[in-house]
């Protein structure tokens, strides 16, 4: 058994050292160990079947389908602006935009602030056509204007339009235009959210906007935003400085109720109620001790104006707080038609959206602590 396991611890020191057992006085010689050879590993992309492809073949089928239906209806818009500079006189400056075809009869759909104080107008067709534009209407508001041109039908391709009532966040949303002057770009992203207010520049405020991801800049502000069968959903027109993927787009119902007015009359007429007042606070109502915290306080009427000839009563007498002077004795606005009112802004959406000139509405208002309703027919904003 000893002999046994001295026999073992030699065989393992052998495998260990791979060298040769040493003899009695014997020199040990070492021996290298051999250099690893690298393992090469050559992967072979295995091809995807054919039913694993066909999702993004109809993806791209559906894009370059709706791209080569859609291209021709958009239209490249240039506008020319004559300002007088102090030293030089007149000087010229060019501007580009972007619009889509409306009809056969030659109205284009674009924005307002894309032909704002333009003195001369030419419309870019796909066939490399351009040809000059006349103003038929604008519609500063809302941010929309129709132009006209005089082509043979067969040369316009009308787009369908959709419905933005309907929409929900997460659809797809494809932007078509010019940006930077670059024909007929394309892009695509999706809705991001809904029924945003916009504040223009000119300090009015565009409601239920839509907001998107697909890329928008310079030049594309009057195109078309499209859902994934070509129909108008939106019309693009502004992007929020110094982010990136946050567009917006004038809702495709707002120009269905607009175009037409301007088409026919070259102006729309937006509903008027015919009053000023302030909007109620928590801190208000405890300042002036009123019956609710939210609606709107009744201070001036305009004369035969919808309020006044509805017998709106405005104020009886004037306050200071803190450093302000208030009107106040007039009712309280606290819903149109049955919806709540909280505030000017959710007055105005409401009358926008949901009204025209020469509907008759019912104010919910409070008087000496007492409810009550007074019809009135909506006028045409002054």
């Known amino acids: 058994m000893k002999r046994q396991g001295i026999w073992l611890g030699l065989v393992l020191w052998g495998l260990a050292g791979c060298g040769r057992l040493p003899g009695e006085g014997a020199a ?22 054919d039913s694993a492809l066909a999702p993004i073949d109809i993806e791209e089928q559906l894009i370059t389908n ?39 009869e030659g109205y284009i759909i674009t924005n307002y602030h894309v032909i704002q104080n333009a003195d001369s107008i030419e419309v870019g067709l796909s066939d490399a056509l351009t040809v000059p534009a006349r103003v038929v209407g604008v519609d500063p508001p809302n941010d929309l204007a129709v132009l006209k041109v005089d082509v043979p039908p067969e040369q316009l391709y009308p787009l369908a339009l959709g419905s933005s009532a309907d929409l929900r966040v997460g659809e797809r949303a494809i932007a078509i235009g010019n940006p930077f002057g ?23 405020t565009i409601f239920n906007v839509i907001q998107t991801d697909a890329a928008i ?13 070509g129909r108008v959903i939106g019309v693009n027109t502004a992007i929020k400085a110094g982010a990136q993927g946050i567009g917006f787009a004038v809702p495709v119902d ?37 019956p609710v915290e939210q609606g709107i306080l009744v201070a001036q009427l305009y004369r035969n104006g919808p309020a006044d000839k509805a017998g709106l009563s405005g104020a009886q007498q004037e306050v200071i707080i803190g450093n302000r002077r208030y009107l106040v004795g007039g009712d309280i606005v606290t819903a149109v038609n049955g919806e709540p009112v909280a505030d000017w802004m959710n007055l105005f959406e409401y009358l926008e959206l949901e009204t025209q000139v020469g509907d008759s509405v019912t104010l919910t208002v409070i008087r000496n602590g007492q409810t009550t309703e007074l019809e009135l027919i909506l006028m045409a904003q002054p």
């Open 254 to 290: 707002t120009v269905k109720r607009v175009a037409p007015a301007l088409i026919a009359n070259g102006v729309y007429e937006h509903p008027w109620l015919g009053f000023q007042g302030y909007g109620v606070t928590p801190a208000l109502a405890k300042a002036l001790q009123l």
């Open 66 to 104: 709706l791209y080569e239906r859609v291209g021709p209806s958009v239209v490249h818009i240039t506008t020319r602006v004559v300002t007088m500079d102090f030293f030089f006189g007149p000087t010229a400056s060019e501007g580009t935009g972007s619009g889509f075809v409306y009809d056969k």
């Open 182 to 204: 670059l024909d007929r770009t394309l892009t695509t992203g999706v809705i991001s959210a809904l029924g945003r207010p916009l504040r223009t520049e000119n300090n009015v």
């Open 28 to 49: 040990v010689t070492a021996v290298p160990e051999p250099t690893a050879t690298p393992v090469v590993l050559i992967a072979t992309p295995t091809p995807l079947p």
């Open 217 to 229: 800049n310079p030049g594309n502000s009057g195109g078309p935003l499209l859902d994934s069968r």
